[in-house]
């Protein structure tokens, strides 16, 4: 059977939902490899889509780069950060970007959204990402934790803007590809290790036919 992205190199970046060894790094570079594509990852905790636009972007709170399947390299060195999205692009020149935002933009403890800042931060990313084909992944369900305030009610406002704001990105729900009822997470944002998995498996079902279109 001919690997349905053989051929294609893959960029993804993302927030922490892609940075921490037990996280979406783990299983998505695996899938995506298994299909033929070639694949470079890298995760900035707590990381906005703003930051991947900055000249240099901040290392809060951990940085993760992985090549391919292999090693997942983690510094939590505040000096040590990812460079921008427009270096990565012109650094690994993908055929398609695949990005994971939302979680960390949302404004869970505040009472209302802010709109206008999630707007132009999305539209900032998507325009240096220029015609290069690209997937919006968003963020899935989570619980209520005084920590980080997640909420259903903000994560599904946050999902329809999303859905609206970052095209010609393909956006991907992830509120869709999982029950609630099903989520289990360590803090009330970040996911179980298994769930991880389950939600990359989610992903990947939902990403290979869009990246595999045209090829």
């Known amino acids: 059977m001919h690997p349905l992205l053989a051929g294609l190199t893959i960029l993804m970046i993302g927030d922490s939902h892609l940075t921490h060894k037990n996280t979406l790094v783990a299983s998505l570079p695996e899938a995506f490899v298994a299909q033929g594509a070639k694949v470079v990852t890298y995760g900035l905790c707590s990381s906005k889509p703003e930051d ?6 901040l290392n809060a709170c951990g940085y993760t780069k992985r090549i391919g399947t292999e090693h997942i390299n983690v510094s939590m060195d ?3 950060a990812p460079p921008n999205i427009q270096a990565l692009m012109q650094q690994w020149h993908p055929d398609a970007v695949v990005v994971v935002f939302g979680d960390a933009m949302a404004g869970y403890s ?3 959204m802010p709109t206008d800042w999630i707007k132009d931060q999305v539209h900032a990313l998507v325009s240096d990402i220029g015609s290069t084909k690209c997937v919006w992944i968003g963020p899935t369900w989570g619980h209520y934790n005084p920590r980080y305030g997640k909420t259903e ?3 599904v406002e946050l999902a ?3 859905n609206k704001e970052v095209q010609p990105c393909h956006y991907v729900d992830s509120t869709k590809l999982l029950q609630q009822k099903d989520v289990s997470t360590e803090d009330g944002l970040h996911l179980t290790s298994e769930d991880y998995t389950k ?3 989610a992903i990947i079902q ?5 990246l595999a279109k045209g090829q």
Request: proline share 12%; hydrophobic share 30%; net charge negative.
């Open 52 to 57: 991947w636009v900055d000249e240099k972007p």
């Open 206 to 210: 939902n990403v290979e036919p869009m």
């Open 153 to 155: 009610a903000r994560t």
């Open 199 to 201: 939600w990359s498996n």
């Open 78 to 80: 505040k000096n040590d």
């Open 110 to 112: 505040q009472p209302q």
């Open 160 to 162: 329809n803007l999303l």
